[in-house]
């Protein structure tokens, strides 16, 4: 005979509670002296909870812990509650605490036997119950119980998580609801107990509907319905959705936060529920501690999504692609809440060509204020870099606008912010001052143009894995001095070479300094050779903030964490290619026949070019750029020509800048205007075309992209070309080989021949000169 025969036979039963899983296994008789039905069960630790006298319960949580701490049995006797609240019977419970290891810790499971003891309690729990000092009693501690699990819930869906799993004393809800108020409507925020999309029909339903919930959201006020019929007399219209359910008693708490009716709590019963004054006393407390813990995680939530949105936002896209180059970046917010900080990267398209500026830089201090200067400082230094100025003057500009913010002007003249009181934002008019570095980069040649206002020093990893610091001269952070000096210095980013950006966040994060943090990056750089740029980052920060990085703390006591920017670029390795060519010519306004002498040198330079009427097509536009500016600026004109790609797939862009900060507008000339037409023809003949604002003056630019299929058709003139004959037909045929050499030429006139085009009448007679 079985054991578990032999302790039924005398009506003891079995249980097991793995205290670490949260589940209690009962044998049958076990689960019948529990007033289940008398088979094998599984509860959890809620419904265990639930049929247990509370007081009895919270005594026999102390004795389990003081027999475990002196290694003794536990013993016990508690009193076994129906559902509707009665005393069903009184057991003893003996047990033995096992404690087992585990990947956290230590914990315990229980081994104990259940036993029926005589003369069984069956007086209710409410009213004028034995027991109803004890029900007191354990309601306060329930309450004390719910009110910490509540203040310790940070999400919406913690606090309703902990809100399912409370037990109350006596009366546990087994169908919760949480309505919130969304304009005029209600909206189910969350449930328990209920099939998922049972909410459909409660979901964005007015408040002025004939529905309990809608009610206590209107008048702030309770309302309690014990039975079905008080359900469906009270509210005939809604009652056949609830009818669907099954419950037999239900609870409308209001959700009241300072004064505001947030929403409601609907608490539901399958068993009769009278609703007494203690009862409801703990409904309306236990909805109060409910609002306020949805009430803070409401705020939470908010903030969170508020700083991730402004993360989001002042973080730019790494944009389009720089040809012959990669980049990869990072940002890293501290651990703190706020999800933004002072630390920025910036990739910037400049004027004139596939130039492109990178920019990272670091606010001082990592708060809300830190974020908002940190997104004025980005959006001044774009508007420098557009107006086309070098990386000296852009950091000039950038520290003279971060100083002048705390200047306020008086009858007296400027006062520093020291000299104001301000009261409570005092804080916000001290100054603050910003590290940055700004990077303007040359793809086709791979030179990079450094200016540095107080940031870590570049760092280059070569082609053959070595990582090295590089030094350049820098100047004081910005926002320091009204006037700053910020030299510049130029480094070739060879192919094969990856060049690393960052703020002091990646180096001294972990008590580290300079020295120490770069010991500590230098190997992840110099062991992630073959990998793409993206890993490379993902190593980079993990190395920061990874499992690893516990084990890599440095000298310094201070180990706050700080913001993270970090910004890689790699030069591919990719054949070399053919030079461009180029011709620059300076058109002054005392020679204004110069234009001519444009004309020819650009029909020099496309001597070879697969398609005629594209040369017309630039001839003609740059005679138009030109005139243009001779007749509406007081300046010179500077054009500047460059051919460049392989033949057949070649890209033609022409500028002409001169020193006049006006703008040209299209215009609608009429059929006998003389002028206005400037503008249309670059829309109609160019392929691509713009103004670029310089930082003295502006540059009008044109691109026109070689047809291939003409190209194909040239192959006979290439053959006459090779040997030596001139090709009469090509336009700047007989000097094309001179204008291609005149690339770079101050005038460049020197290769082209001095004869005038007779196809152009406009420069018969024209002087050549430069």
């Known amino acids: 005979m079985r054991t578990e025969d032999v302790l039924a036979a005398i009506a003891t039963g079995v249980w097991h509670w793995d205290n670490a899983a949260g589940f209690i296994t009962l044998d049958a008789e076990a689960a019948r002296l529990f007033g289940l039905p008398a088979k094998p069960t599984v509860l959890s630790e809620a419904a265990m909870r639930a049929r247990l006298h509370p007081v009895d319960w919270n005594e026999s949580y102390g004795i389990v812990r003081l027999a475990i701490a002196e290694e003794t049995l536990a013993e016990a006797q508690v009193r076994i509650v129906a559902e509707d609240g009665r005393v069903l019977r009184t057991v003893r419970t003996r047990s033995k605490p096992l404690i087992k290891e585990l990947e956290y810790g230590e914990d315990y499971e229980l081994l104990g036997t259940v036993q029926e003891i005589p003369e069984p309690q069956t007086a209710a729990l409410t009213g004028q119950s034995p027991v109803a000092g004890d029900w007191r009693r354990s309601r306060e501690a329930f309450l004390l119980d719910a009110g910490r699990a509540l203040a310790e819930a940070r999400s919406t869906a913690e606090v309703l998580r902990v809100a399912a799993s409370l037990s109350m004393p006596g009366f546990s809800p087994d169908g919760l609801a949480v309505f919130g108020v969304d304009g005029e409507r209600l909206t189910v925020i969350g449930h328990h107990g209920h099939e998922d999309g049972a909410e459909g029909p409660f979901t964005e339903m007015s408040v002025s509907t004939d529905y309990p919930a809608a009610e206590v959201v209107r008048t702030g006020r309770a309302i309690y319905l014990a039975t079905p019929k008080e359900y469906h007399d009270r509210y005939p219209a809604t009652w056949p959705l609830a009818q669907g359910f099954g419950r037999r008693s239900w609870a409308f708490v209001p959700l009241i936060v300072a004064g505001r009716t947030m929403g409601a709590w609907m608490a539901a019963f399958k068993n009769p529920v009278t609703f007494t004054p203690d009862e409801r006393s703990v409904l309306t407390t236990v909805a109060r501690m409910l609002a306020q813990a949805l009430a803070r995680a409401e705020v939470t939530e908010s903030e969170r999504e508020l700083s991730l949105g402004l993360q989001r936002s002042m973080m730019p896209m790494l944009g389009p692609d720089i ?130 206002a107080g940031h870590p020093d570049p760092v280059i990893r070569s082609a053959d894995g070595t990582a090295l610091i590089r030094q350049t001269p820098g100047g004081l952070p910005l926002g320091i001095e009204a006037d700053s000096d910020y030299p510049t210095s130029r480094v070739v980013l060879e192919p094969g070479d990856t060049l690393m950006l960052c703020t002091d966040g990646l180096i001294e994060t972990g008590g580290h300094d300079m020295l120490s943090g770069w010991t500590r990056l230098r190997p992840v750089l110099e062991s992630n050779t073959g990998v793409s740029l993206e890993k490379l980052a993902d190593a980079l920060v993990g190395a920061v903030h990874g499992p690893g990085s516990h084990y890599t703390t440095g000298p310094l006591a201070d180990r706050r964490e700080d913001d993270i920017a970090l910004l890689l670029l790699s030069r591919e390795s990719t054949p070399a290619r053919r030079p461009p060519r180029r011709t620059v010519l300076t058109i002054s306004q005392a020679e204004p026949e110069q234009v001519a002498s444009a004309r020819r040198q650009l029909k020099a330079l496309l001597h070879d070019w697969a398609d005629d009427e594209q040369v017309d097509s630039a001839v003609l536009m740059v005679s138009e750029m030109a005139t243009n500016v001779l007749v509406h600026t007081d300046g010179d004109a500077v054009l500047i020509a460059e051919a460049a790609g392989e033949r057949g797939r070649r890209r033609l862009r022409v500028e002409v800048a001169d020193a006049s900060d006006e703008l040209p507008h299209k215009r609608r000339p009429g059929e006998l205007a003389s002028s206005g037409r400037g503008l249309m023809l670059m829309e109609m003949l160019a392929d691509a075309w713009g103004v670029d604002p310089r930082g003295e003056g502006k540059s009008t630019w044109f691109e026109i992209y070689e047809a291939h299929e003409a190209a194909e058709g040239d192959e006979e003139n290439e053959v006459h070309e090779a040997e030596g004959v001139e090709d009469t037909d090509e336009p700047g045929g007989a000097g094309g080989a001179g204008g291609s050499g005149s690339a770079g030429s101050a005038g460049g006139v020197d290769g082209v021949d001095g004869t005038d085009d007779p196809d152009d009448p406009d420069e018969a007679g024209a002087p050549n000169g430069g």
């Open 323 to 452: 040809p012959g180059m990669s980049v990869a970046a990072r940002y890293v917010p501290t651990g703190g809440g706020l999800q933004v900080g002072g630390d920025w990267y910036d990739i910037i398209p400049l004027p004139g060509g596939t130039r492109v500026a990178l920019v990272i830089g670091d606010v001082q201090g990592h708060d809300v204020r830190a974020a908002g200067l940190m997104g004025q400082l980005r959006i001044a230094l774009r508007a420098y870099a557009a107006e086309g100025h070098r990386p000296d003057a852009v950091l000039s500009r950038a520290s003279r606008f971060l100083h002048g913010m705390y200047e306020f002007p008086t009858a007296q003249g400027p006062t520093l912010p020291e000299q104001v009181d301000t009261g409570e934002d005092a804080d916000y008019t001290v100054p603050r001052f910003a590290t940055c570095l700004y990077m303007e980069v040359d793809p086709e040649s791979g030179t990079l143009d450094i200016a540095r």
